[in-house]
């Protein structure tokens, strides 16, 4: 692995750890056993590790986020979908950590944030509403507005939820645990035809 | 107004502004207008002030808390409820803005921090329970428990989601769409004869 890489890597690791605030440069040099300068050389400054970072997750997600053909998606596909968001937002965990700070501190990224969160929102309600269209959910436009915010809530807030009531955050739990709230918000619009065995295979795909 | 006081009152309005990291003393005492010697005369550092402001929100949340009387509460008592308790989080908005530091930051409050939001969410699941069972709700246990979370869920963190959708967030609207958001979480469980202008006596709650 090249430095630059190994530098982004070990970044990554500290601050979904820490927490991007609590990592200095130094800290990464030290971690990584090279030299500030050496550091320095690779990324000037921790602005630009924290855009690269950013840019890393965007793409991710943009390619997730394009992938889909929501003509023929189907309720467990969509789940299935929404599990990539979320394991790709875990890699990435530290930008949902304390967007605030992020965005005020990093003009770089400010929109970068806000498009993203935009995509994603414009993602869920584009497949919610064909699943009205299908039959597959029985809900209004304004509803899908509504449950298509709450699951782009879920989706970027669920971590800190979790770091405020003190469960232990396990990886594959946590997704668990996110596929089934969005399981439960829309459960009672979904028509029954639709419900045969959804849970079932929803933590099927989790696990 | 003492001293002491006005040293909350500012130290609150700053944090709110800037987040509680962007914010030294010396900012305070500059603020204020007398020296950083006067302020660490009523509060030895920053973990003091934040942990007294954090007792402030407690008390104020708990007085909310443990006021309701479940038995004779009907929805629309509980949405004014929750509008007690949205207020009262709005104007302590700091704890919420990133509370993964903020806990890692000050031992302090991060027991009373684990407290306060497991009171929140037994607080809504003893209401929901019982609305279930007076045949308000048509919801099982299970469901309830997972509405319960996320009511708790939004209280906490809308406020983090609004900066990243970049939502301009003036305090009554803001409180008028996390309620609309919980009327859109509990509105399919909720038993037609409950429901009639439920959604206007919120919007009439907030405004």
Not at 42 to 55: Q, R
Not at 80 to 104: G, K
Not at 106 to 114: F, H, N, V
């Amino acid at each position: 692995m090249k430095t630059a890489e190994k530098i982004l890597l070990t970044s990554l690791t500290l601050f979904n750890q820490h927490g991007e605030a609590n990592v200095a440069c130094v800290d990464i040099a030290l971690e990584l056993d090279i030299s500030p300068g050496n550091l320095y050389y690779h990324f000037k400054g921790k602005e630009i590790i924290v855009s690269a970072l950013f840019d890393m997750y965007k793409q991710r997600s943009a390619r997730i986020l394009v992938s889909p053909n929501a003509e023929s998606m189907n309720l467990i596909s969509f789940f299935d979908y929404l599990r990539q968001l979320f394991e790709s937002a875990q890699i990435f965990r530290f930008i949902y950590r304390n967007p605030s700070d992020l965005v005020d501190k990093y003009p770089l990224i400010s929109r970068g944030m806000k498009q993203l969160n935009s995509s994603k929102y414009k993602a869920f309600e584009t497949v919610l509403l064909l699943f009205a269209k299908q039959g597959i959910l029985r809900a209004t436009p304004e509803t899908i507005h509504a449950l298509a915010d709450m699951i782009n809530l879920i989706f970027s807030q669920a971590q800190n939820y979790g770091e405020l009531t003190g469960e232990a955050i396990d990886d594959s739990e946590y997704i668990e645990h996110m596929l089934l709230w969005v399981y439960h918000l829309l459960c009672p619009y979904i028509t029954d035809k639709s419900k045969t065995n959804l849970k079932t295979d929803i933590l099927a795909l989790a696990s």
